[in-house]
């Protein structure tokens, strides 16, 4: 405390030397910061002005690729409407099975440890290809789900083949993996304090009334940061659509992420594949930015109040 | 214990050969001064017949490491590490570090490892892959030609078309083997049905011919289908072949970048197609589309022996019988329409071998792929992992061992009766592969017609063009 507010001449000295060795020790973290986030990052924006092809050479061509991107590719805009529809189908109905599941298991009976983790299983798979080829097979014409359906004398559906389903088979298999909101809103249950649900009940509060003025305000801040994370993952979705329908039929899966590998990885069109990354990221940002925006108006943080 | 002196005098003649050119020799051609260390090697291998300048580039003293990259199953995996088993014991110096896999995202990777610098110093290359990588002005692979690599196997008609590496009069890639499309019959179902439907795949047939038969073969029985086919496969076999026929060429030429097609031509490709669908001559495209490329033997109805026969490439013939081993399979003629230009169907290669052009040592690959097209050793290891021979003496190799397929030569000689010509650069490019499938796709879907694909297809094939910037 006694050096504080006068610094002997030594003592900024050693402030400097024990900086240094920071900076010595931040140095493996910071070359790779430069080399892997920001020389690709800004590469990859340098490129999307070019056209660059990995087959040939690179010219500057301004704003062309995103003039094509938005006047011209049929593709880029059922692309942009497949992404937005996936997103607008998985993030929802993710958040609330989430909540659901996180309700029903935020009570004490027994074996509810074991149930949890169960429960938490499927998002450990994470976005891998084993879950997405087993997804595949599951929804195959003559996969398991067929059978169940046949067994119940319903008809069959091609799941894969046809256009109409291919998309919201795709969509489930995201929402099913829900666990890590679910662990998140399990925690935020927990700490709602308990005098709010007693206060609640002298008030003569019935279950619904207690859901929606006191467990929702107490967790929003959750249910912010899931819905913000989960926007932006289903925003750059793209293993399951690559995986499973290889963004087909007739394009029906074709989202922005897999458009961004065809024409980056399949017709080496790095340019215009870069182009289309930055698009995302700049769909990423807004949509991030509307999201803080509207939370003044629904998201409740308790120091706030003091 | 005489044999054991002169064996260690000729160790140690070798060994101070080896140093006395290990210091200069990697990268340079070192011409006849290493005749001796030849003949020290064929004395090694009585077998053994390698060519001349690379094999003496690869005997020099320095330690070598080469990296050699291919995709396939387990049995192209196995044969192709005993190869290289055997020229590593030939060649102490050289170290080959093999790179394998899955099929899925070869082509991806080695884009971008070509882009980035760091490919592999030899590289096994799909054939419609190598079109797009020899595009504008990139030198990513050795002229083989130009370096003098020992071609005297192959036939010249054969090596000299650019599907199988001759690009510009440049040797860029060697064909692994000779594949082609081929029209793989059930002979089972065919026999059972032949009378009923009245088809003969032994006898010249049409398209209109296969169209009816494939109607007549779906209102027998409806868990039957003439043809086992994906969208992928009927751009991939049927639609360029059809395209041959009705015009002589390709659907563009790859100098000007011109449309060879006009409209109603592409229309007539596509009404070709529409039958397809409408006749049930093949399965519907939203059962296809979970057997999508060419994994046509996954599909649970080809095991069942449900399809008459499906269009494929003849290196997938194994795949495909094993598939279903209790049928008995031919290979049967190939459908030609009547006033053909030219036949269309023709042999080509599966994969290409090519030599990195910045690899540090390219004297030492060249030399490994001389021992492994040219040395009997090598062609008897391989047998036909990667399809038909291409080198006459890996054609007598596997027959004398007997690991030919009999339905694989079968098809190899129904494709002999047909008159071709060369496919171009820009036909059979991914992009142009990917809009044709999406139209095959629609017009499978009935979400669009042949009159709309057709133009479509045409605006598509323009904009591709001009984003090329062909002069």
């Known amino acids: ?306 | 214990m005489k044999k054991r002196v002169i064996a260690a005098l000729m160790a140690a003649g070798m060994m101070l050969m080896m140093a006395g050119c290990g210091s200069d020799a990697p990268k340079t051609d070192s011409g006849t001064s290493d005749d001796s260390v030849e003949k020290t090697e064929e004395e090694a291998d009585a077998g053994a017949e390698s060519g001349e300048a690379p094999a003496d580039a690869a005997s020099s003293g320095e330690q070598v490491t080469l990296r050699f990259s291919w995709w396939g199953g387990d049995e192209r995996l196995q044969a192709t590490l005993g190869v290289i088993e055997q020229f590593e014991e030939l060649h102490p110096n050289v170290k080959i570090e093999p790179e394998y896999g899955g099929s899925d995202g070869y082509a991806d990777k080695l884009a971008t490892q070509l882009a980035a610098g760091t490919e592999p110093d030899i590289m096994q290359i799909d054939p419609a892959y190598m079109s797009s990588l020899t595009m504008g002005d990139t030198d990513y692979f050795v002229d083989l030609l130009a370096d003098g690599f020992d071609f005297s196997q192959f036939d010249e008609n054969y090596i000299s078309m650019r599907v199988n590496g001759r690009y510009d009069g440049r040797q860029l890639g060697i064909p692994t083997g000779m594949s082609g499309p081929a029209l793989l019959l059930n002979q089972d179902l065919v026999d059972q049905l032949k009378d009923e439907i009245g088809f003969d795949f032994t006898q010249p047939f049409t398209w209109d011919d296969m169209i009816e038969w494939g109607r007549k073969v779906h209102e027998y029985d409806e868990t039957l289908y003439l043809i086992e086919d994906n969208k992928d496969m009927i751009e991939a076999i049927m639609l360029g072949i059809y395209s041959m026929q009705l015009t002589g060429g390709t659907y563009m030429d790859e100098e000007t970048g011109q449309q060879r097609l006009s409209v109603e031509q592409w229309t007539e490709l596509y009404t070709m197609v529409q039958q397809l669908y409408e006749n049930n001559v093949v399965p519907p495209t939203s059962y296809m589309a979970a057997y999508s490329g060419d994994a046509l033997q996954t599909d649970p109805n080809w095991i069942a022996g449900k399809y008459v026969g499906a269009f494929c490439h003849n290196s997938l013939i194994a795949n495909m019988t094993a598939a279903n081993p209790d049928a008995n399979y031919s290979a049967g003629n190939l459908p030609v329409m009547e006033n053909a230009i030219v036949g269309g169907w023709k042999a080509n290669c599966p994969q290409l071998m090519a030599v990195s052009s910045r690899s540090e040592n390219i004297k030492e690959a060249e030399a490994f792929l001389d021992y492994f097209f040219n040395d009997p050793a090598a062609q008897e290891t391989l047998g036909v992992v990667r399809s038909t021979p291409a080198t006459s003496q890996g054609r007598e190799i596997c027959e004398k061992i007997g690991v030919l397929d009999p339905v694989v030569a079968q098809s190899a000689s129904v494709l002999e009766q047909y008159t071709s010509v060369e496919t171009d650069k820009l036909s059979s490019s991914t992009e142009v592969q990917q809009i044709l499938r999406d139209q095959i796709e629609a017009i499978g879907f009935g979400v669009t017609t042949p009159e709309k694909a057709a133009e479509e297809t045409l605006s598509l094939l323009e904009n591709y063009v001009s984003s090329l910037n062909i002069q």
Not at chain 1, 27 to 35: A, H, K, R, T, Y
Not at chain 1, 58 to 85: C, E, P, Q
Not at chain 1, 140 to 154: E, F, K, P, S, Y
Request: with cysteine; glycine share 6%; hydrophobic share 50%.
């Open chain 1, 1 to 306: 405390m006694k050096t504080n507010g006068k610094k002997t001449g030594s003592g900024r000295i050693a402030y400097r030397k024990r900086d240094r060795v920071a900076y010595l020790y931040l140095l493996p973290w910071l070359i790779g910061l430069v080399m892997l986030q920001f020389f690709p990052f800004f590469s990859s924006l340098y490129y999307s002005f070019t056209d660059y092809k990995v087959t040939g050479g690179m010219n500057w061509i301004g704003l062309d690729n995103y003039i094509r991107l938005f006047t011209k590719d049929a593709d880029f805009h059922n692309s942009l409407k497949v992404t937005v529809l996936y997103t607008l189908y998985t993030v929802p109905l993710k958040l609330t099975m989430a909540l659901a599941i996180a309700m029903f298991l935020n009570r004490d009976i027994k074996g509810i440890n074991l149930i949890r983790t169960l429960y938490y299983i499927p998002s450990l798979f994470g976005g891998s290809v084993a879950i997405a080829v087993l997804w595949k097979l599951m929804f195959l014409d003559n996969g398991v789900i067929n059978a169940m359906l046949t067994a119940l004398h319903l008809p069959n559906i091609q799941f894969w083949g046809d256009h109409r389903y291919a998309l919201k088979t795709i969509c489930s298999l995201e929402i099913w993996q829900f666990g890590s909101s679910m662990v998140m809103f399990l925690a935020a249950l927990k700490n709602v304090p308990k005098e709010l649900y007693e206060a609640a009940d002298i008030d003569g509060s019935g279950k619904i009334a207690k859901f929606i003025h006191v467990t929702l305000p107490q967790i929003s801040p959750i249910i912010f940061f899931t819905l913000i994370m989960q926007t932006i993952q289903a925003l750059q979705n793209f293993t399951s659509a690559f995986v499973i329908t290889n963004g087909g039929p007739l394009k029906s899966t074709y989202v922005l992420g897999m458009m961004l590998y065809k024409e980056g990885f399949a017709y080496f069109n790095m340019g215009y594949a870069s182009s289309i990354s930055w698009v995302i990221f700049a769909m990423i940002v807004v949509v991030t930015l509307l999201l803080f925006r509207s939370s003044s108006a629904w998201v409740f943080y308790e120091d706030e109040e003091k």
